[in-house]
């Protein structure tokens, strides 16, 4: 084995691996709506069932069926989850928190079941999807629950997190968003785990997501922020760089559209040209990339790139672009490994 495959690999994975989904959309889902267009690789043309109608329809819209929003097939995660050890994949990290239904010990099996390295953050997700009860919680009660998630275990099991994240805001952040970051903060300076935080996918607050984490004395070098990749604006990508931070370019191989929100993702082709230029200007240790793969039509199963696709096609398309192999070993290897160091006070 050379080059990526020979190394541990660490690409982030936004949302569930496993975990039934609850997101919410300008639109509730259909929950009465059929997902039935299977991919069966190898079956004649004539025999797939692909009704056309509906594939269409989620790759507009995918979140307006809820049977792709629920990735709860055990069986099926493990051998999309190979093919990502077979490309060369060795770890992966979930950042499934409180709010999308976490579930740590179906986590560490599929871990074992595919010998794939799995790192659980932990942490609550955008208030909107909390209940109720949780959103008068203090700073010091979240706090209290980061530090129990990353000392002794998650959600009433002895699995611990490796990091905090995704945590969830929104735009505008909601008060309970705040100080969800600022009890991450101090929870930071006294284990040293890293933070990944969710912004609002096209708004604009993630500066203001770093200034409060630094007003609480957060390490940004150890704060990475997702789903910057969504969008393709290089000098807003170049102010949160300045900051320190990391930018998660995490979406790679989602290319959908979001009719019900007039928004369209990126292309892949985009992603990697916002790369390109933020390694230009010297920032590639501050920069990580992964799939952020929370619905069935992202899996190969279902017709998507699966989480195989960073390696299989993505990393021979930015070293024909000129990109070493000292850069991309930084980007898979050295700066997951940075975050995922505890170095607490």
Not at 53 to 58: F, I, V
Request: proline share 6%; net charge negative.
């Amino acid at each position: 084995m050379r080059g990526l495959a020979a190394r541990t690999l660490v690409v982030r994975v936004a949302s569930s691996i496993v975990s039934s989904l609850s997101v919410q959309w300008r639109r509730p889902p259909n929950t009465d709506a059929p997902f039935d267009g299977s991919w069966h690789p190898g079956t004649p043309p004539q025999s797939l069932a692909l009704p056309l109608e509906n594939l269409g329809e989620l790759i507009r819209n995918p979140y307006d069926s809820r049977p792709n929003l629920l990735i709860d097939d055990p069986e099926l995660t493990v051998a999309e989850l190979r093919r990502y050890r077979d490309a060369g994949g060795q770890a992966l990290i979930d950042m499934t928190t409180v709010g999308i239904k976490p579930d740590p010990q179906r986590l560490c099996a599929i871990a074992q079941a595919t010998e794939v390295h799995v790192v659980a953050g932990c942490g609550y997700y955008r208030q909107p999807l909390l209940t109720e009860t949780l959103h008068d919680r203090s700073t010091e009660e979240i706090a209290d629950d980061l530090l129990l998630w990353l000392n002794e275990g998650m959600y009433g099991t002895t699995i611990r997190a490796g990091l905090m994240g995704e945590l969830g805001t929104s735009s505008p952040i909601y008060p309970f968003e705040e100080r969800q970051l600022r009890a991450a903060a101090h929870v930071q300076r006294i284990t040293g785990a890293s933070i990944n935080v969710h912004p609002l996918t096209w708004g604009h607050e993630h500066l203001r997501i770093l200034a409060i984490l630094e007003e609480e004395g957060a390490d940004l070098s150890h704060v990475a922020i997702s789903h910057c990749d969504e969008l393709v604006e290089p000098a807003w990508h170049e102010r949160i760089a300045e900051r320190g931070a990391v930018l998660s370019f995490d979406t790679f191989g989602s290319e959908t559209y979001f009719d019900r929100s007039f928004a369209q993702e990126p292309r892949d082709t985009d992603r990697i040209q916002c790369v390109l230029r933020l390694l230009e200007k010297g920032y590639g240790s501050q920069l990580t990339l992964a799939h952020d793969i929370c619905t069935r039509t992202q899996f190969h199963r279902y017709g998507g790139w699966g989480w195989d696709h960073l390696l299989r096609n993505i990393v021979p398309r930015l070293r024909h672009a000129g990109v070493s192999q000292e850069e991309l070993d930084t980007i898979f290897i050295e700066t997951p490994r940075r975050l995922l160091t505890l170095q607490g006070d």
